[in-house]
C-alpha cells in the first residue's frame, strides 16, 4: 500500500492559499468573485488550512513513518468544508490537525530532546488551544492571540535550532526565554485589560533580540541566496517590532484589528516564510534545486512596498489605497510562490531528485546556515 506523497498535499495547500488570498479581498472591498465563505473563513484558511499545513508538512518530513503526512493533509483538507457550508466540521478537523501536530512534536521531542524543539512543540500546543477556542466561542479574535503564538513559537523556535552555530552570550538566551514566557503570560491575561500591552512588549523584546543575536546579521552582509535570506529576516523582524507596538499601544486605533493582526501574518510571518523558501522548501520534498534567483527580489520587494503602503492607509485611514495595495500585496504572495515554483520546476536535476532521508534535508539546512556565520 502506498503511503502518502509530500505531492499529493501540495496542491491543496496552494488552494487553501488561493482562496484565502482572496477571501482577504473580499473583505477589503473586492466583489468580482464573491464567494462569501472565503471572506468568513478568511483566517481559518490562512492560518489553519495553508501555514498550519505547510508548517504540519515540515515537520512530518523528517519522520520515518509518512502517515504522518496525514496530519497536513488533514489541515489542508479542511478548507472544502469551510468553503462548502460546514465551518464547524472544517474547524473540528483543524482541530483534529493540530492534535496531530502535537503529538508528531511529542515524538519529536523524544528524538531531539533540545530546548528549540520544545518550543517548537508549544507552538503546536498553542494552535490546538486555539482551535479549540474558535470552536467554543465562534468567534476569531478569541482564537487569535492563540494562532500568533502558534507562529511565533514555531519560528522562533526554528530560528533557535538554526542559530546553533551561533555564539550567544548564556544571559541572552535567558533573556529570550523570558521574552517568551512573558508572550505566554499575554496570553492568559484579559486581551484588553493588560494582555494586548504584554504582548507587544514580549514582541518588542523578542524583536530587538533577533536583530542582535540572530545569524541573519552576518547573512546579508554578504551577497546572493545569503543575502536575500538576512535582509528578509531583518524586515521580517522589524515587522515584528512593529506589530508589538501596535499591539501594545494603538488600541484606540479604528483600524487597531487589521493593523495588529496583518503586521503579524502578513509582514512577519510571511518575510520569514520568503527568506526560509530556497532552503526549506528543497528540503520539505526532497529535491535538490537551488530555488534562489535574483528574479525573487522583484516579487519580494513588491510584497514589502506594497504591504507598508497599505498599513500606511490603514493607519492614515485612506481607504481607497488600502484597498488597491492590499490586492497588490495579494497579487504579489501568489507571484512569489508561482516564481518559487518555476524556478523549482526548471533546476530540479531529475536524475538525482531524491534525498533519502528527512535528516539529509535539514543537514543542508544546517550547513547554508553555518555558512552565513563562518563565510566558508
Given at each position: 500500500?502506498?503511503?502518502?506523497?509530500?505531492?499529493?498535499?501540495?496542491?491543496?495547500?496552494?488552494?487553501?492559499?488561493?482562496?484565502?488570498?482572496?477571501?482577504?479581498?473580499?473583505?477589503?472591498?473586492?466583489?468580482?468573485?464573491?464567494?462569501?465563505?472565503?471572506?468568513?473563513?478568511?483566517?481559518?484558511?490562512?492560518?489553519?488550512?495553508?501555514?498550519?499545513?505547510?508548517?504540519?508538512?515540515?515537520?512530518?518530513?523528517?519522520?520515518?513513518?509518512?502517515?504522518?503526512?496525514?496530519?497536513?493533509?488533514?489541515?489542508?483538507?479542511?478548507?472544502?468544508?469551510?468553503?462548502?457550508?460546514?465551518?464547524?466540521?472544517?474547524?473540528?478537523?483543524?482541530?483534529?490537525?493540530?492534535?496531530?501536530?502535537?503529538v508528531l512534536m511529542y515524538f519529536q521531542t523524544l528524538k531531539?530532546?533540545?530546548?528549540?524543539?520544545?518550543?517548537?512543540?508549544?507552538?503546536?500546543?498553542?494552535?490546538?488551544?486555539?482551535?479549540?477556542?474558535?470552536?467554543?466561542?465562534?468567534?476569531?479574535?478569541?482564537?487569535?492571540?492563540?494562532?500568533?503564538?502558534?507562529?511565533?513559537?514555531?519560528?522562533?523556535?526554528?530560528?533557535?535550532?538554526?542559530?546553533?552555530?551561533?555564539?550567544?552570550?548564556?544571559?541572552?538566551?535567558?533573556?529570550?526565554?523570558?521574552?517568551?514566557?512573558?508572550?505566554?503570560?499575554?496570553?492568559?491575561?484579559?486581551?484588553?485589560?493588560?494582555?494586548?500591552?504584554?504582548?507587544?512588549?514580549?514582541?518588542?523584546?523578542?524583536?530587538?533580540?533577533?536583530?542582535?543575536?540572530?545569524?541573519?546579521?552576518?547573512?546579508?552582509?554578504?551577497?546572493?541566496?545569503?543575502?536575500?535570506?538576512?535582509?528578509?529576516?531583518?524586515?521580517?523582524?522589524?515587522?515584528?517590532?512593529?506589530?508589538?507596538?501596535?499591539?501594545?499601544?494603538?488600541?484606540?486605533?479604528?483600524?487597531?484589528?487589521?493593523?495588529?493582526?496583518?503586521?503579524?501574518?502578513?509582514?512577519?510571518?510571511?518575510?520569514?516564510?520568503?527568506?526560509?523558501?530556497?532552503?526549506?522548501?528543497?528540503?520539505?520534498?526532497?529535491?535538490?534545486?537551488?530555488?534562489?534567483?535574483?528574479?525573487?527580489?522583484?516579487?519580494?520587494?513588491?510584497?514589502?512596498?506594497?504591504?507598508?503602503?497599505?498599513?500606511?492607509?490603514?493607519?492614515?485611514?485612506?481607504?481607497?489605497?488600502?484597498?488597491?495595495?492590499?490586492?497588490?500585496?495579494?497579487?504579489?504572495?501568489?507571484?512569489?510562490?508561482?516564481?518559487?515554483?518555476?524556478?523549482?520546476?526548471?533546476?530540479?536535476?531529475?536524475?538525482?531528485?531524491?534525498?533519502?532521508?528527512?535528516?539529509?534535508?535539514?543537514?543542508?539546512?544546517?550547513?547554508?546556515?553555518?555558512?552565513?556565520?563562518?563565510?566558508?
Open positions: 500500500m502506498k503511503t502518502i506523497q509530500p505531492s499529493w498535499i501540495l496542491p491543496f495547500i496552494v488552494f487553501s492559499l488561493l482562496s484565502g488570498v482572496l477571501g482577504g479581498w473580499i473583505r477589503l472591498g473586492f466583489v468580482a468573485i464573491p464567494l462569501g465563505a472565503a471572506a468568513a473563513h478568511h483566517g481559518l484558511l490562512m492560518v489553519g488550512c495553508f501555514l498550519g499545513a505547510l508548517i504540519s508538512l515540515e515537520r512530518a518530513m523528517v519522520m520515518k513513518n509518512k502517515y504522518w503526512l496525514a496530519v497536513p493533509l488533514a489541515s489542508a483538507l479542511s478548507m472544502f468544508f469551510l468553503l462548502g457550508g460546514w465551518p464547524i466540521l472544517g474547524a473540528f478537523l483543524l482541530l483534529a490537525a493540530s492534535l496531530g501536530l502535537v531531539v530532546p533540545e530546548i528549540y524543539t520544545y518550543i517548537i512543540t508549544l507552538g503546536a500546543a498553542a494552535w490546538m488551544l486555539g482551535n479549540f477556542a474558535y470552536i467554543y466561542s465562534d468567534f476569531v479574535p478569541m482564537a487569535t492571540g492563540w494562532w500568533m503564538a502558534f507562529l511565533l513559537f514555531t519560528i522562533l523556535g526554528k530560528r533557535m535550532e538554526l542559530n546553533k552555530f551561533s555564539p550567544t552570550p548564556v544571559w541572552a538566551r535567558y533573556v529570550f526565554y523570558a521574552g517568551l514566557a512573558v508572550f505566554g503570560l499575554g496570553l492568559l491575561l484579559p486581551f484588553h485589560q493588560w494582555g494586548n500591552t504584554v504582548l507587544g512588549f514580549a514582541l518588542l523584546i523578542l524583536s530587538i533580540w533577533l536583530v542582535r543575536f540572530d545569524m541573519a546579521r552576518f547573512a546579508a552582509k554578504k551577497s546572493g541566496q545569503f543575502r536575500y535570506i538576512g535582509i528578509g529576516l531583518l524586515t521580517g523582524y522589524f515587522w515584528l517590532a512593529l506589530n508589538g507596538w501596535i499591539l501594545g499601544w494603538m488600541e484606540g486605533h479604528s483600524f487597531y484589528y487589521d493593523l495588529y493582526l496583518h503586521t503579524f501574518f502578513l509582514g512577519f510571518t510571511f518575510s520569514m516564510i520568503w527568506a526560509h523558501a530556497p532552503i526549506i522548501f528543497p528540503a520539505v520534498f526532497r529535491i535538490k534545486a537551488d530555488v534562489f534567483h535574483p528574479v525573487l527580489w522583484w516579487g519580494w520587494g513588491i510584497f514589502q512596498i506594497s504591504l507598508v503602503v497599505r498599513i500606511a492607509s490603514s493607519l492614515a485611514g485612506w481607504s481607497s489605497w488600502r484597498y488597491f495595495f492590499g490586492m497588490v500585496n495579494g497579487f504579489s504572495i501568489i507571484a512569489l510562490f508561482l516564481s518559487i515554483g518555476v524556478i523549482v520546476y526548471f533546476r530540479w536535476n531529475v536524475n538525482a531528485s531524491i534525498i533519502t532521508d528527512g535528516l539529509v534535508g535539514k543537514a543542508k539546512i544546517f550547513r547554508s546556515e553555518e555558512k552565513m556565520v563562518s563565510g566558508k
